[in-house]
């Protein structure tokens, strides 16, 4: 799965569920690892690293893997003393140069900002301030991130459950067992009481997260069951949070289904965290009877796409054609290779239409499956819903040395925009001789993306002219 296969059935979930009155979005680490920031397993063994509570990471990671981890950390924090804090900030950031929003960000920024201001809430679990850049770089004005129940006159207020960790700042962070311990003690914090009114005012979104943090378990248990008859609370299960294959997935689906509804959440299960994006993005639209879910937006375009195939071949192969000459120009190469990937909605992205060729069997094109791991990049770009550039592993002979992969964002008149489809670019050198100029080629790839991204949207939802 990936985004264009989001189905009908899953988005019903959210129905009379509260979401139309109020959502409350709760984003964990998986929102951030995607950014570039690490998950909990790498901050730890870089504490203990750092400290010299360990000398070697192979022995921070028996100690993680066989004991409670937040305990674990506590040898880091009697070793660090008064340093504590910054040697925080410095594990948490280190080797970090940039960082941007990532797909999940950016979605629970957007439903956040679509809003009349009072009809959603953001919470998170992670340090980091990213929701607060997210919200600044779309509203040009300063998000405030809260860490305590005092009021606050910022209308783009972003709720840190365990406190906040910038490059310049710590403050009020829940990180070791003491820190929770003392914190799950506390039932009257302000922590406890955001999840009981979140779910008092309509339904609240997890996502990102693996739920292993015991105070947000016994937050969630207090309040789901004191309003169990009012308003659901949705636990967005991505497998790539999990690192598991598919098939490893596919054996674990029961037993992780029924244990959330055990304790009265509803579980849905994605494949990457994107999807987890992409249902966000929806939440604002799927309470009308004429609503399309992704799959059947995805399904549609797949579908009105093979219908004409040989007509639009070469339509799509002659704006490949005038693409593939703007891009050599930016990259600064002779050659290259521009690929349209097409989603058909079911877990596969299908070649549909390359430059330098003319496919005349549509049942011949070649498929690729989708997702954060997917063997091809064109399948891990649509998982990912992001940029990606890798070389390519082989002898030597071929021609192609790298490759970029983009998502192509398909919109349409009613719904939110989907990722459908993706392009790659073939090239003659490495990455690391492209990587620098991005500030050169990345604008014109992605109006490239868009122009394709109109033309796809044209022939599924508009006119079939598409001249």
């Known amino acids: ?97 940039s960082l941007d929003p990532s797909p999940l960000h950016l979605a629970a920024v957007g439903h956040f900002l679509a809003g009349k201001g009072e009809d959603s809430s953001l919470v998170t679990l992670n340090f980091d301030t990213l929701l607060e850049e997210a919200i600044q770089g779309e509203m040009g004005c300063e998000a405030i991130a809260v860490v305590d129940a005092e009021p606050h006159d910022s209308a783009h207020a972003v709720h840190h459950l365990h406190g906040v960790i910038t490059p310049t700042r710590t403050e009020s962070v829940i990180l070791t067992l003491s820190d929770f311990t003392s914190l799950i003690a506390a039932s009257d914090s302000w922590q406890s009481e955001y999840f009981r009114s979140a779910l008092s005012r309509g339904a609240l979104v997890i996502a990102g997260t693996s739920y292993r943090d015991p105070d947000v378990r016994q937050w969630l248990h207090a309040a789901v069951h004191e309003h169990r008859a009012e308003n659901s609370a949705f636990v967005l299960l991505a497998r790539e949070g999990f690192a598991v294959s598919k098939e490893d997935f596919k054996r674990i689906e029961i037993a992780l289904s029924d244990q959330w509804k055990a304790v009265g959440l509803t579980p849905v299960l994605l494949q990457d965290h994107s999807d987890a ?124 040395k790298s490759v970029l992969a983009i998502p192509v964002p398909v919109r349409h008149p009613n719904f939110p925009t989907l990722s459908s489809a993706v392009l790659t670019i073939g090239l003659p050198d490495s990455a690391s001789r492209f990587e620098s100029s991005n500030l050169t080629w990345g604008p014109p790839l992605a109006e490239l993306a868009d122009e394709l991204g109109s033309l796809l949207s044209s022939v599924a939802f508009g006119e079939s002219n598409i001249e």
């Open 1 to 97: 799965m990936s985004a264009p296969d989001i189905t009908a059935e899953m988005m019903d979930r959210f129905r009379n569920s509260g979401a139309d009155v109020h959502t409350t979005i709760l984003l964990g680490a998986g929102a951030s690892t995607t950014s570039g920031l690490p998950d909990w397993d790498t901050f730890a063994t870089r504490l203990l690293l750092q400290s010299r509570s360990v000398l070697e990471e192979e022995t921070a990671k028996l100690l993680l893997s066989r004991q409670d981890p937040l305990i674990v950390v506590e040898a880091a924090r009697v070793a660090f003393g008064k340093k504590w804090e910054p040697k925080l900030r410095n594990a948490l950031y280190d080797g970090v140069s």
């Open 277 to 400: 994006a992409q249902i966000i993005r929806e939440l604002r639209h799927f309470h009308g009877d004429d609503y399309q879910s992704p799959q059947e937006r995805a399904v549609e375009v797949w579908h009105r796409h093979s219908r004409d195939f040989d007509e639009l071949q070469l339509k799509y192969v002659e704006r490949l054609e005038v693409g593939a000459a703007t891009m050599k120009e930016a990259l600064d190469v002779m050659k290259l290779n521009l690929t349209l990937w097409l989603s058909d909605g079911e877990g596969r992205l299908a070649r549909w239409a390359a430059q330098d060729r003319l496919y005349r069997d549509f049942d011949a094109l070649r498929t690729v499956e989708t997702g954060h791991d997917s063997p091809w990049i064109a399948g891990r770009a649509l998982g990912a819903d992001a940029l990606l550039f890798q070389d390519l592993d082989h002898d030597g002979t071929k021609q192609w």
